[in-house]
């Protein structure tokens, strides 16, 4: 869960994903609250959910139309992925 002080504002986890494109991979999934979205928590989440994580190398995949969430990944350090016919966003 992903708390501001007492408000639970959101969740995020990794999880291990098997898929065409990348084969056996990590893959980070996060939610905001609507209320809460808009304020660099995903951001911030994005980078403490990696930093306290036990793996080298995570993707975290999303739909090409969710900028925000494109926007917070950037931040926390990830890059796009330059793959031709991906489905979704990964970076």
Known sequence: HIYVGEQRAGYIYINISNDESFGEHSSIQIFINKSERGKQIGRVAYGLACEQSRYDKIYAHMRKSNTASMRAAEEA??????????PQLSM
Request: glycine share 10%.
């Open 77 to 86: 350090g990830f890059k796009v992925v330059e793959r031709k016919k991906l």
